[in-house]
Protein backbone atom coordinates (compact mmCIF):
# COMPACT_ATOMS: atom_id res chain seq x y z
CA UNK A 1 0.00 0.00 0.00
CA UNK A 2 2.80 2.17 0.72
CA UNK A 3 4.80 1.93 -2.16
CA UNK A 4 1.84 2.22 -4.72
CA UNK A 5 0.49 5.89 -2.87
CA UNK A 6 4.07 6.82 -2.73
CA UNK A 7 5.00 5.52 -6.38
CA UNK A 8 1.79 7.06 -7.85
CA UNK A 9 2.12 10.38 -6.02
CA UNK A 10 5.69 10.46 -6.95
CA UNK A 11 5.00 10.15 -10.67
CA UNK A 12 1.75 12.53 -10.32
CA UNK A 13 4.32 15.17 -9.20
CA UNK A 14 7.07 14.65 -11.73
CA UNK A 15 4.20 15.09 -14.44
CA UNK A 16 2.61 17.94 -12.76
CA UNK A 17 6.08 19.59 -12.17
CA UNK A 18 8.57 19.30 -15.30
CA UNK A 19 6.58 17.20 -17.95
CA UNK A 20 2.99 19.16 -18.02
CA UNK A 21 5.16 22.29 -17.79
CA UNK A 22 4.56 24.64 -20.57
CA UNK A 23 8.31 24.98 -21.75
CA UNK A 24 8.45 21.11 -21.66
CA UNK A 25 4.90 20.52 -23.52
CA UNK A 26 6.72 22.93 -26.32
CA UNK A 27 10.05 21.15 -26.32
CA UNK A 28 8.60 17.85 -26.63
CA UNK A 29 6.27 19.32 -30.07
CA UNK A 30 9.16 21.59 -31.03
CA UNK A 31 11.89 19.52 -31.09
CA UNK A 32 10.39 16.45 -32.83
CA UNK A 33 9.42 19.28 -35.51
CA UNK A 34 12.35 20.48 -35.99
CA UNK A 35 13.87 17.42 -36.87
CA UNK A 36 10.87 16.63 -39.16
CA UNK A 37 11.01 19.96 -40.76
CA UNK A 38 14.52 19.57 -41.10
CA UNK A 39 14.26 16.56 -43.33
CA UNK A 40 10.83 16.65 -44.91
CA UNK A 41 12.05 20.36 -46.90
CA UNK A 42 14.70 18.42 -47.68
CA UNK A 43 12.55 15.28 -49.14
CA UNK A 44 11.70 15.59 -52.71
CA UNK A 45 8.89 12.59 -52.55
CA UNK A 46 6.53 11.37 -50.00
CA UNK A 47 8.47 7.90 -50.47
CA UNK A 48 11.21 9.74 -48.82
CA UNK A 49 8.96 11.29 -45.74
CA UNK A 50 8.39 7.30 -45.09
CA UNK A 51 11.91 6.75 -44.95
CA UNK A 52 13.13 9.20 -42.93
CA UNK A 53 9.99 8.33 -40.08
CA UNK A 54 11.32 5.90 -37.97
CA UNK A 55 14.63 8.04 -37.67
CA UNK A 56 12.66 10.81 -36.72
CA UNK A 57 10.16 8.84 -34.22
CA UNK A 58 13.77 7.09 -32.30
CA UNK A 59 15.53 10.39 -32.59
CA UNK A 60 12.45 12.42 -30.92
CA UNK A 61 12.37 9.49 -28.04
CA UNK A 62 15.82 9.59 -27.34
CA UNK A 63 16.47 13.55 -26.94
CA UNK A 64 13.04 13.94 -24.95
CA UNK A 65 13.79 11.47 -22.81
CA UNK A 66 17.58 11.46 -21.65
CA UNK A 67 17.21 15.66 -22.01
CA UNK A 68 14.15 15.73 -19.67
CA UNK A 69 15.65 12.89 -17.13
CA UNK A 70 18.60 14.18 -16.76
CA UNK A 71 18.04 17.32 -16.12
CA UNK A 72 15.04 16.45 -13.19
CA UNK A 73 17.06 14.19 -11.37
CA UNK A 74 20.28 16.71 -11.72
CA UNK A 75 18.25 19.27 -10.45
CA UNK A 76 16.38 17.55 -7.80
CA UNK A 77 19.71 16.40 -6.38
CA UNK A 78 21.23 19.95 -6.84
CA UNK A 79 18.07 21.17 -4.48
CA UNK A 80 18.34 18.03 -2.14
CA UNK A 81 14.83 17.37 -2.75
CA UNK A 82 15.71 13.98 -4.25
CA UNK A 83 17.20 13.40 -0.36
CA UNK A 84 13.68 13.40 0.60
CA UNK A 85 12.61 10.41 -1.42
CA UNK A 86 16.05 8.56 -0.40
CA UNK A 87 14.80 9.42 3.07
CA UNK A 88 11.11 7.35 2.66
CA UNK A 89 10.22 4.22 2.98
CA UNK A 90 9.94 3.15 -0.74
CA UNK A 91 12.10 0.98 -1.59
CA UNK A 92 14.81 2.19 -4.15
CA UNK A 93 14.01 0.39 -7.10
CA UNK A 94 10.20 1.33 -7.03
CA UNK A 95 11.67 4.80 -6.42
CA UNK A 96 13.79 4.79 -9.59
CA UNK A 97 10.69 3.60 -11.25
CA UNK A 98 8.53 6.15 -10.29
CA UNK A 99 11.11 8.78 -11.44
CA UNK A 100 11.68 7.10 -14.40
CA UNK A 101 8.22 6.34 -15.79
CA UNK A 102 7.10 10.30 -16.18
CA UNK A 103 9.88 10.26 -18.47
CA UNK A 104 8.86 6.74 -20.94
CA UNK A 105 5.39 8.31 -21.27
CA UNK A 106 7.17 11.72 -22.09
CA UNK A 107 9.49 9.88 -24.86
CA UNK A 108 6.20 8.01 -25.98
CA UNK A 109 4.04 10.95 -26.44
CA UNK A 110 7.25 12.51 -28.04
CA UNK A 111 7.72 9.29 -30.77
CA UNK A 112 3.98 9.87 -32.11
CA UNK A 113 4.38 13.93 -33.21
CA UNK A 114 6.59 12.88 -36.09
CA UNK A 115 3.90 10.76 -36.75
CA UNK A 116 0.92 12.93 -36.58
CA UNK A 117 2.85 15.42 -38.91
CA UNK A 118 3.83 12.99 -41.37
CA UNK A 119 -0.14 12.29 -41.70
CA UNK A 120 -0.54 15.70 -43.37
CA UNK A 121 1.90 14.71 -45.93
CA UNK A 122 1.34 10.68 -46.46
CA UNK A 123 -1.14 7.90 -46.22
CA UNK A 124 0.11 5.83 -43.33
CA UNK A 125 -0.75 2.46 -45.16
CA UNK A 126 0.52 -1.05 -44.49
CA UNK A 127 2.44 -0.32 -41.34
CA UNK A 128 2.38 -2.49 -38.59
CA UNK A 129 1.35 -0.42 -35.44
CA UNK A 130 1.68 -2.90 -32.75
CA UNK A 131 5.32 -3.18 -33.39
CA UNK A 132 5.09 0.28 -33.59
CA UNK A 133 3.81 0.49 -30.32
CA UNK A 134 6.18 -2.00 -28.91
CA UNK A 135 9.27 -0.33 -30.74
CA UNK A 136 8.77 3.10 -28.74
CA UNK A 137 7.87 1.80 -25.78
CA UNK A 138 11.11 -0.20 -25.99
CA UNK A 139 13.26 3.13 -27.22
CA UNK A 140 11.36 5.01 -24.49
CA UNK A 141 12.50 2.75 -21.76
CA UNK A 142 16.08 2.36 -22.78
CA UNK A 143 16.36 5.84 -23.45
CA UNK A 144 15.06 6.82 -20.55
CA UNK A 145 17.58 4.56 -18.22
CA UNK A 146 20.55 5.81 -20.30
CA UNK A 147 18.93 9.85 -19.24
CA UNK A 148 18.93 7.89 -15.96
CA UNK A 149 22.17 6.49 -15.98
CA UNK A 150 23.69 9.71 -17.18
CA UNK A 151 21.78 12.01 -14.37
CA UNK A 152 23.38 9.59 -11.73
CA UNK A 153 26.99 10.12 -13.15
CA UNK A 154 26.81 13.95 -12.95
CA UNK A 155 26.41 16.55 -10.29
CA UNK A 156 25.71 19.39 -12.66
CA UNK A 157 22.51 19.98 -15.15
CA UNK A 158 24.96 21.25 -17.81
CA UNK A 159 27.33 18.35 -17.22
CA UNK A 160 24.21 16.12 -17.96
CA UNK A 161 23.37 17.76 -21.35
CA UNK A 162 26.64 17.82 -22.05
CA UNK A 163 27.29 13.96 -21.03
CA UNK A 164 24.10 13.31 -22.90
CA UNK A 165 25.58 14.30 -26.20
CA UNK A 166 28.46 12.40 -25.47
CA UNK A 167 26.34 9.34 -25.96
CA UNK A 168 23.15 10.52 -28.25
CA UNK A 169 25.20 12.33 -30.90
CA UNK A 170 27.50 9.33 -32.08
CA UNK A 171 24.75 6.77 -31.63
CA UNK A 172 22.21 9.04 -34.06
CA UNK A 173 25.29 8.55 -36.35
CA UNK A 174 25.69 5.27 -35.86
CA UNK A 175 22.54 3.40 -35.43
CA UNK A 176 22.04 3.38 -39.11
CA UNK A 177 18.83 6.03 -39.55
CA UNK A 178 20.54 8.04 -41.64
CA UNK A 179 23.32 6.46 -43.29
CA UNK A 180 22.61 2.36 -43.63
CA UNK A 181 25.17 0.08 -41.34
CA UNK A 182 26.55 -1.17 -44.73
CA UNK A 183 27.59 1.85 -46.13
CA UNK A 184 29.22 2.97 -42.51
CA UNK A 185 33.54 2.68 -42.81
CA UNK A 186 34.16 -1.20 -41.83
CA UNK A 187 35.68 -0.06 -38.53
CA UNK A 188 32.75 1.62 -37.49
CA UNK A 189 30.32 -0.98 -37.95
CA UNK A 190 30.87 -3.32 -35.02
CA UNK A 191 30.16 -0.16 -33.22
CA UNK A 192 26.64 0.67 -34.65
CA UNK A 193 25.73 -2.87 -33.22
CA UNK A 194 26.84 -2.25 -29.18
CA UNK A 195 24.62 1.17 -30.30
CA UNK A 196 20.93 0.01 -28.43
CA UNK A 197 19.44 2.76 -30.81
CA UNK A 198 20.36 0.66 -33.45
CA UNK A 199 17.81 -2.10 -32.40
CA UNK A 200 15.27 0.13 -31.77
CA UNK A 201 15.59 2.16 -34.89
CA UNK A 202 15.59 -1.40 -37.37
CA UNK A 203 12.18 -2.40 -35.24
CA UNK A 204 11.10 0.96 -36.62
CA UNK A 205 12.19 0.03 -40.03
CA UNK A 206 10.76 -3.18 -39.52
CA UNK A 207 7.19 -2.11 -38.35
CA UNK A 208 6.91 1.18 -40.75
CA UNK A 209 9.07 0.56 -44.23
CA UNK A 210 9.39 -3.21 -43.74
CA UNK A 211 13.26 -2.91 -44.42
CA UNK A 212 14.81 -3.35 -40.85
CA UNK A 213 17.58 -6.46 -41.64
CA UNK A 214 17.48 -7.64 -37.30
CA UNK A 215 15.10 -10.42 -36.28
CA UNK A 216 12.22 -9.02 -33.80
CA UNK A 217 13.16 -10.91 -31.02
CA UNK A 218 16.92 -9.93 -31.20
CA UNK A 219 16.00 -5.96 -31.28
CA UNK A 220 13.68 -6.73 -28.47
CA UNK A 221 16.07 -8.52 -26.23
CA UNK A 222 19.31 -6.48 -26.73
CA UNK A 223 16.88 -3.28 -25.66
CA UNK A 224 15.50 -5.46 -22.79
CA UNK A 225 19.42 -6.47 -21.45
CA UNK A 226 20.20 -2.39 -22.30
CA UNK A 227 17.35 -1.34 -19.85
CA UNK A 228 18.06 -3.96 -17.29
CA UNK A 229 22.15 -3.18 -17.31
CA UNK A 230 21.77 0.47 -17.30
CA UNK A 231 19.00 0.43 -14.48
CA UNK A 232 21.10 -1.82 -12.43
CA UNK A 233 24.32 -0.09 -12.77
CA UNK A 234 22.12 3.47 -12.44
CA UNK A 235 20.75 1.77 -9.16
CA UNK A 236 24.44 0.84 -7.61
CA UNK A 237 25.75 3.97 -8.76
CA UNK A 238 22.76 5.96 -6.67
CA UNK A 239 23.74 3.58 -3.71
CA UNK A 240 27.07 4.04 -3.90
CA UNK A 241 27.57 7.75 -4.83
CA UNK A 242 24.13 9.38 -2.95
CA UNK A 243 23.83 7.17 -0.15
CA UNK A 244 27.64 7.52 0.75
CA UNK B 1 13.89 2.25 33.60
CA UNK B 2 13.09 3.89 30.67
CA UNK B 3 13.29 2.16 26.99
CA UNK B 4 16.47 3.06 24.82
CA UNK B 5 14.75 4.11 21.49
CA UNK B 6 17.82 4.19 19.55
CA UNK B 7 21.23 2.49 20.19
CA UNK B 8 24.78 2.88 18.50
CA UNK B 9 27.22 0.80 18.87
CA UNK B 10 30.76 1.66 17.88
CA UNK B 11 29.42 3.84 14.88
CA UNK B 12 32.16 4.87 12.39
CA UNK B 13 31.99 6.66 9.17
CA UNK B 14 35.86 6.89 7.41
CA UNK B 15 36.31 8.96 4.43
CA UNK B 16 39.21 7.64 2.78
CA UNK B 17 41.98 7.76 6.17
CA UNK B 18 39.86 9.89 7.75
CA UNK B 19 37.31 9.34 10.69
CA UNK B 20 34.29 11.79 10.42
CA UNK B 21 32.69 9.71 12.52
CA UNK B 22 34.93 7.93 15.19
CA UNK B 23 33.41 5.07 16.86
CA UNK B 24 30.28 6.17 18.92
CA UNK B 25 28.51 5.24 21.51
CA UNK B 26 25.36 6.46 22.91
CA UNK B 27 21.91 5.70 23.39
CA UNK B 28 18.70 8.11 22.91
CA UNK B 29 15.85 7.35 25.32
CA UNK B 30 12.10 7.08 24.60
CA UNK B 31 10.37 10.38 24.44
CA UNK B 32 13.62 12.83 25.60
CA UNK B 33 15.22 15.56 23.47
CA UNK B 34 18.59 14.27 22.83
CA UNK B 35 21.29 17.27 21.47
CA UNK B 36 24.22 16.54 19.69
CA UNK B 37 26.50 19.64 20.48
CA UNK B 38 29.61 20.81 18.65
CA UNK B 39 31.51 22.57 16.42
CA UNK B 40 31.54 22.31 12.45
CA UNK B 41 33.27 19.51 10.89
CA UNK B 42 32.47 17.28 14.49
CA UNK B 43 30.38 14.91 12.76
CA UNK B 44 27.24 15.76 13.68
CA UNK B 45 25.67 15.60 10.45
CA UNK B 46 27.08 12.55 9.05
CA UNK B 47 25.81 10.68 11.90
CA UNK B 48 22.12 11.40 11.89
CA UNK B 49 22.33 10.53 7.59
CA UNK B 50 23.46 7.48 9.18
CA UNK B 51 20.77 7.58 11.22
CA UNK B 52 18.54 8.09 8.64
CA UNK B 53 19.51 5.82 5.80
CA UNK B 54 21.99 8.73 3.56
CA UNK B 55 25.03 7.50 4.11
CA UNK B 56 26.16 4.13 5.50
CA UNK B 57 28.41 3.27 8.77
CA UNK B 58 32.16 1.99 7.82
CA UNK B 59 31.19 -0.47 10.75
CA UNK B 60 29.11 -0.26 13.82
CA UNK B 61 25.71 -1.13 14.82
CA UNK B 62 22.28 0.89 14.71
CA UNK B 63 19.35 -0.56 16.63
CA UNK B 64 15.98 1.51 16.58
CA UNK B 65 13.34 0.10 19.00
CA UNK B 66 15.71 -3.00 20.02
CA UNK B 67 15.81 -3.60 16.25
CA UNK B 68 19.49 -4.00 14.53
CA UNK B 69 18.48 -1.80 11.39
CA UNK B 70 22.65 -1.54 10.21
CA UNK B 71 22.21 -3.22 7.24
CA UNK B 72 18.64 -2.00 5.99
CA UNK B 73 17.96 1.34 7.71
CA UNK B 74 15.20 1.59 4.68
CA UNK B 75 12.97 -0.62 7.27
CA UNK B 76 13.19 1.53 9.92
CA UNK B 77 12.34 4.83 7.98
CA UNK B 78 8.20 4.45 8.31
CA UNK B 79 8.68 5.50 12.21
CA UNK B 80 11.46 8.16 11.56
CA UNK B 81 11.18 11.90 10.51
CA UNK B 82 13.85 14.17 9.14
CA UNK B 83 14.46 17.28 9.05
CA UNK B 84 18.17 18.42 7.38
CA UNK B 85 19.47 21.85 8.01
CA UNK B 86 18.58 23.13 4.53
CA UNK B 87 15.15 22.69 3.52
CA UNK B 88 14.47 20.52 0.83
CA UNK B 89 10.83 20.94 0.15
CA UNK B 90 9.37 21.66 -3.71
CA UNK B 91 9.85 25.54 -4.95
CA UNK B 92 7.22 24.75 -7.20
CA UNK B 93 4.39 23.22 -5.23
CA UNK B 94 2.77 25.83 -2.60
CA UNK B 95 2.93 24.62 1.09
CA UNK B 96 -0.13 22.65 1.19
CA UNK B 97 1.00 20.55 -1.80
CA UNK B 98 4.14 19.94 -0.32
CA UNK B 99 2.70 18.86 2.84
CA UNK B 100 0.79 16.12 1.40
CA UNK B 101 3.35 14.96 -1.08
CA UNK B 102 5.31 14.35 1.75
CA UNK B 103 2.42 12.33 3.39
CA UNK B 104 1.79 10.24 0.58
CA UNK B 105 5.68 9.17 0.58
CA UNK B 106 4.47 7.38 3.88
CA UNK B 107 1.69 5.64 2.16
CA UNK B 108 -1.07 7.92 3.46
CA UNK B 109 -4.33 8.08 2.10
CA UNK B 110 -5.89 11.43 0.38
CA UNK B 111 -8.46 12.63 2.79
CA UNK B 112 -5.84 11.72 5.65
CA UNK B 113 -2.80 13.24 4.27
CA UNK B 114 -5.01 16.61 3.18
CA UNK B 115 -6.72 16.64 6.78
CA UNK B 116 -3.20 16.48 8.12
CA UNK B 117 -1.36 18.76 5.90
CA UNK B 118 -4.16 21.65 6.83
CA UNK B 119 -3.53 20.73 10.63
CA UNK B 120 0.09 21.24 10.30
CA UNK B 121 -0.47 24.43 8.32
CA UNK B 122 -2.73 25.43 11.29
CA UNK B 123 -0.86 23.79 13.63
CA UNK B 124 2.81 26.35 12.46
CA UNK B 125 0.92 29.60 12.01
CA UNK B 126 1.39 28.60 8.11
CA UNK B 127 -2.38 28.64 7.17
CA UNK B 128 -2.53 31.70 4.87
CA UNK B 129 0.71 30.37 3.43
CA UNK B 130 -0.41 27.43 2.81
CA UNK B 131 -1.66 28.19 -0.57
CA UNK B 132 1.32 30.08 -1.96
CA UNK B 133 4.18 28.63 -3.67
CA UNK B 134 7.12 27.16 -1.15
CA UNK B 135 10.03 29.79 -3.20
CA UNK B 136 7.75 32.82 -2.05
CA UNK B 137 8.09 31.82 1.90
CA UNK B 138 10.85 33.34 4.37
CA UNK B 139 13.91 31.66 5.64
CA UNK B 140 11.38 30.70 8.58
CA UNK B 141 8.68 29.68 6.94
CA UNK B 142 10.30 27.26 5.17
CA UNK B 143 11.93 26.08 8.05
CA UNK B 144 8.57 25.85 9.74
CA UNK B 145 7.34 24.09 6.50
CA UNK B 146 10.37 21.55 6.13
CA UNK B 147 9.65 20.84 10.12
CA UNK B 148 5.87 20.41 9.34
CA UNK B 149 6.59 17.72 6.61
CA UNK B 150 9.21 16.03 8.97
CA UNK B 151 6.37 15.21 10.82
CA UNK B 152 3.52 14.92 8.60
CA UNK B 153 3.42 10.98 9.27
CA UNK B 154 3.49 11.03 13.31
CA UNK B 155 7.20 9.52 12.96
CA UNK B 156 8.03 8.04 17.38
CA UNK B 157 11.37 9.80 16.15
CA UNK B 158 12.42 13.21 14.88
CA UNK B 159 15.74 13.77 13.45
CA UNK B 160 16.55 17.78 13.20
CA UNK B 161 19.65 19.05 11.86
CA UNK B 162 20.25 22.46 13.23
CA UNK B 163 16.31 23.56 13.56
CA UNK B 164 17.12 27.27 14.11
CA UNK B 165 20.44 28.07 12.03
CA UNK B 166 19.82 30.98 10.13
CA UNK B 167 16.08 32.32 11.02
CA UNK B 168 15.18 35.37 12.79
CA UNK B 169 14.36 35.14 16.66
CA UNK B 170 11.17 34.97 16.29
CA UNK B 171 11.15 32.06 14.15
CA UNK B 172 13.37 30.53 16.28
CA UNK B 173 11.34 30.70 19.65
CA UNK B 174 8.14 29.06 17.53
CA UNK B 175 10.26 26.63 16.46
CA UNK B 176 11.51 25.26 19.79
CA UNK B 177 7.87 25.95 21.28
CA UNK B 178 6.62 23.57 18.65
CA UNK B 179 9.41 21.23 19.41
CA UNK B 180 8.81 21.11 23.14
CA UNK B 181 5.10 20.48 22.28
CA UNK B 182 5.88 17.72 20.43
CA UNK B 183 8.01 16.09 22.39
CA UNK B 184 5.23 16.50 24.74
CA UNK B 185 2.90 14.37 23.28
CA UNK B 186 5.27 11.35 22.55
CA UNK B 187 7.98 12.13 20.13
CA UNK B 188 11.65 11.45 20.53
CA UNK B 189 13.48 14.10 19.42
CA UNK B 190 17.56 13.98 18.30
CA UNK B 191 19.04 17.47 17.04
CA UNK B 192 22.16 18.31 16.62
CA UNK B 193 22.75 21.90 17.10
CA UNK B 194 26.00 24.58 17.48
CA UNK B 195 23.59 26.95 19.63
CA UNK B 196 24.88 26.59 23.51
CA UNK B 197 21.52 28.20 24.44
CA UNK B 198 19.05 25.91 22.45
CA UNK B 199 20.72 23.09 23.79
CA UNK B 200 20.12 24.31 27.40
CA UNK B 201 16.43 25.55 26.74
CA UNK B 202 15.29 22.24 24.88
CA UNK B 203 17.55 19.50 25.34
CA UNK B 204 16.91 16.51 28.10
CA UNK B 205 20.37 15.04 28.21
CA UNK B 206 23.49 16.52 25.41
CA UNK B 207 26.21 14.79 23.75
CA UNK B 208 29.43 16.95 22.81
CA UNK B 209 31.35 15.68 19.72
CA UNK B 210 34.19 16.91 18.36
CA UNK B 211 36.21 15.49 15.82
CA UNK B 212 33.61 12.81 15.34
CA UNK B 213 34.09 11.51 19.17
CA UNK B 214 31.62 11.85 21.63
CA UNK B 215 33.86 13.26 24.50
CA UNK B 216 30.49 14.07 27.14
CA UNK B 217 27.20 12.50 27.39
CA UNK B 218 24.89 13.51 30.33
CA UNK B 219 22.06 15.86 31.45
CA UNK B 220 22.46 19.35 31.43
CA UNK B 221 22.57 19.23 35.59
CA UNK B 222 24.60 16.41 35.56
CA UNK B 223 27.11 17.76 33.00
CA UNK B 224 27.02 20.74 35.35
CA UNK B 225 27.72 19.11 38.72
CA UNK B 226 30.38 16.91 37.26
CA UNK B 227 32.70 20.17 35.60
CA UNK B 228 31.81 22.52 38.72
CA UNK B 229 35.16 21.96 41.05
CA UNK B 230 34.04 24.17 43.76
CA UNK B 231 30.31 24.72 44.86
CA UNK B 232 29.44 28.43 45.25
CA UNK B 233 26.98 30.08 47.31
CA UNK B 234 26.36 33.62 46.54
CA UNK B 235 24.64 36.34 49.11
CA UNK B 236 23.38 39.58 48.59
CA UNK B 237 22.98 41.60 51.90
CA UNK B 238 20.62 44.23 53.42
CA UNK B 239 22.56 47.69 53.64
CA UNK B 240 26.51 48.01 53.93
CA UNK B 241 28.50 44.90 54.95
CA UNK B 242 32.19 44.95 55.55
CA UNK B 243 33.76 41.65 55.36
CA UNK B 244 35.54 42.38 58.92
CA UNK B 245 32.45 42.32 60.94
CA UNK B 246 32.26 38.72 60.62
CA UNK B 247 35.25 37.65 58.52
CA UNK B 248 37.22 36.51 61.82
CA UNK B 249 34.18 34.12 62.78
CA UNK B 250 33.30 33.30 59.76
CA UNK B 251 36.95 31.46 59.14
CA UNK B 252 36.42 29.91 63.17
CA UNK B 253 33.28 28.11 62.06
CA UNK B 254 33.50 27.27 58.32
CA UNK B 255 37.33 26.07 58.14
CA UNK B 256 37.19 24.38 54.73
CA UNK B 257 34.86 27.30 53.10
CA UNK B 258 36.56 30.75 50.91
CA UNK B 259 34.94 33.59 51.60
CA UNK B 260 35.60 36.46 48.45
CA UNK B 261 33.92 40.09 48.84
CA UNK B 262 32.27 40.31 44.91
CA UNK B 263 31.43 43.55 45.17
CA UNK B 264 29.64 45.97 47.89
CA UNK B 265 27.25 43.73 49.99
CA UNK B 266 27.76 40.56 47.59
CA UNK B 267 30.07 37.95 49.03
CA UNK B 268 30.56 34.38 47.82
CA UNK B 269 31.55 31.25 49.45
CA UNK B 270 33.10 28.92 48.08
CA UNK B 271 34.30 24.97 48.96
CA UNK B 272 35.12 22.12 47.08
CA UNK B 273 32.79 19.72 49.81
CA UNK B 274 28.92 20.59 49.27
CA UNK B 275 27.50 23.38 50.54
CA UNK B 276 24.28 23.61 53.08
CA UNK B 277 22.40 26.61 52.75
CA UNK B 278 21.32 26.65 56.79
CA UNK B 279 24.66 26.75 58.87
CA UNK B 280 25.21 30.01 56.75
CA UNK B 281 21.97 31.87 56.90
CA UNK B 282 22.20 31.28 61.03
CA UNK B 283 25.81 32.28 61.09
CA UNK B 284 24.72 35.68 59.50
CA UNK B 285 21.51 36.12 61.46
CA UNK B 286 23.85 35.93 64.44
CA UNK B 287 26.14 38.66 63.54
CA UNK B 288 22.79 41.16 62.27
CA UNK B 289 23.37 40.45 58.97
CA UNK B 290 20.23 40.46 57.00
CA UNK B 291 19.99 38.18 53.98
CA UNK B 292 18.42 39.46 51.12
CA UNK B 293 19.19 37.18 48.27
CA UNK B 294 21.10 33.41 48.66
CA UNK B 295 21.75 31.77 45.16
CA UNK B 296 23.55 28.67 44.48
CA UNK B 297 26.34 29.54 41.66
CA UNK B 298 26.41 27.10 38.87
CA UNK B 299 28.30 27.18 35.74
CA UNK B 300 26.75 27.87 32.14
CA UNK B 301 26.49 24.99 29.85
CA UNK B 302 28.77 27.27 27.82
CA UNK B 303 31.28 27.15 30.42
CA UNK B 304 30.98 23.64 31.03
CA UNK B 305 31.11 23.19 27.15
CA UNK B 306 34.47 25.18 27.37
CA UNK B 307 35.86 23.20 29.87
CA UNK B 308 35.19 20.16 28.49
CA UNK B 309 36.05 20.79 24.77
CA UNK B 310 38.65 23.39 24.94
CA UNK B 311 36.56 25.48 22.01
CA UNK B 312 35.06 28.71 22.64
CA UNK B 313 31.67 29.59 21.75
CA UNK B 314 32.70 32.40 19.57
CA UNK B 315 34.91 29.89 17.50
CA UNK B 316 31.78 27.60 16.57
CA UNK B 317 29.98 30.32 16.11
CA UNK B 318 32.35 32.04 13.47
CA UNK B 319 32.94 28.68 11.97
CA UNK B 320 29.32 27.89 11.50
CA UNK B 321 28.57 31.48 9.71
CA UNK B 322 31.60 31.14 8.04
CA UNK B 323 30.76 27.59 6.60
CA UNK B 324 27.20 29.21 5.77
CA UNK B 325 29.36 32.09 3.34
Known sequence: MITSIAFWNILRKDMRNYYLKPPNISWGIIFPFAWMMMFFLKSQTPVDVRAVLPGVMAMSVLFGTTSMLAVTITFERRSRSFDRLLLSPISLTWLMLAKTLGAILFGIVNAFIPVLMALFFIKLLNIDWAIVFLSVIFIAITSTFLGLFIAVSVSEVFEAQTFSNFFRFPMVFLCGLFVPISQLPVFLRPLSYVVPLTYGADLLKTAINQNGHIALEISLSVLLLYSIILFLVSKRNIQHKWIY | ?325
Not at chain 2, 95 to 117: D, Q, W
Not at chain 2, 135 to 149: E, V
Not at chain 2, 291 to 314: C, H, Q, W, Y
Open chain 2, 1 to 325: MQQNIIKVQNLAKKFGEFFAVDHLNFSVMKNEIFGFLGPNGAGKTTTINMLTGLARPTSGRIFINGMDYTANIKKAQEIIGVVPEESNLYDEMDGFENLCFCASLYGIKKTEREHRARNRLQQFNLTEAGNKPYKSYSKGMKRKLTIAAGIIHQPNILFLDEPTTGIDIASARQIRSLLKSLNETGTTIFMTTHYIEEAERLCHRIAFIVKGQIIKTGTIQGLMEDTQKEKIIQFSFDGVVQANQFEKDFRRYFSRCFLTHIRDSVFQVRSAMSLDLMPFLSFFDSHNIKVMEAKIIKPSLEEVFVNITGIERDVMKKEKEGGKK
